[in-house]
């Protein structure tokens, strides 16, 4: 979350043209990782008496790695093989 964070704030201060597909993906992973965080940090007491509590991290803990991370993964790669035209070939085709 963190690379994508960066990379959007990279493309925004010095290139200007980022995705906006990439840009959604980075708020919806603060959107989802902040407000639990904040809440863990800001009722201390509320953490420690329920144990429960940890369980609004779920969403975002399996959300974030498995759907939104390998997507935006995706789109990073494929917006640079298109804009710097490569051929990245899909097999191997060596001498055997």
Same mark, same amino acid.
């Given at each position: 979350?963190?690379?994508?964070?960066?990379?959007?704030?990279?493309? !925004? =201060?010095? $290139? #200007? @043209?980022? *995705?906006? !597909? %990439?840009?959604?993906?980075?708020?919806?992973?603060?959107?989802?990782?902040? +407000?639990?965080?904040? #809440?863990? %940090?800001? =009722? &201390?007491?509320?953490?420690?008496?329920? *144990?429960? /509590?940890?369980?609004?991290? /779920?969403? +975002?803990?399996? $959300? %974030? +790695? =498995?759907?939104?991370? +390998?997507? /935006?993964?995706?789109?990073?790669? &494929?917006?640079?093989?298109?804009? @710097?035209?490569? &051929?990245?070939?899909?097999? =191997?085709?060596? *001498?055997?």
């Amino acid at each position: 979350m963190t690379v994508l964070c960066l990379y959007v704030l990279r493309e !925004r =201060f010095i $290139t #200007q @043209n980022t *995705d906006f !597909r %990439i840009k959604k993906i980075a708020a919806l992973m603060v959107m989802l990782f902040l +407000p639990c965080i904040l #809440q863990l %940090i800001l =009722f &201390k007491n509320h953490t420690l008496l329920h *144990d429960f /509590s940890v369980l609004k991290l /779920s969403v +975002p803990l399996a $959300t %974030i +790695p =498995f759907v939104l991370a +390998p997507i /935006s993964w995706y789109l990073l790669v &494929k917006t640079h093989i298109i804009e @710097n035209h490569l &051929k990245i070939p899909l097999t =191997f085709k060596g *001498d055997c």
